[in-house]
């Protein structure tokens, strides 16, 4: 069961994804980055459910 700070990276050791577990469900903000390391999407995240998600610099959906 994941729990804690996540981080995924690519082959090439990148980040690629970062957020956080809650007893194995996605809490919190979940960020996006391209293989610039820009970010390029954050997601929000309430017991693995999500509640709501931005492009980088842009407006929030719900």
Do not use: C
């Not at 960020?31 to 390391?37: C, D, I, R, S, V």
């Amino acid at each position: 069961m994941n729990h804690g700070d996540y981080e995924e990276r690519d082959a090439e050791g990148r980040l690629i994804l970062k957020g956080q577990f809650d007893q194995g469900l996605k809490t919190g903000v979940w960020t996006q980055f391209n293989e610039k390391g820009q970010k390029t999407a954050e997601r929000y995240f309430e017991k693995n459910v999500e509640t709501s998600a931005r492009p980088a610099g842009g407006p929030q959906v719900r």
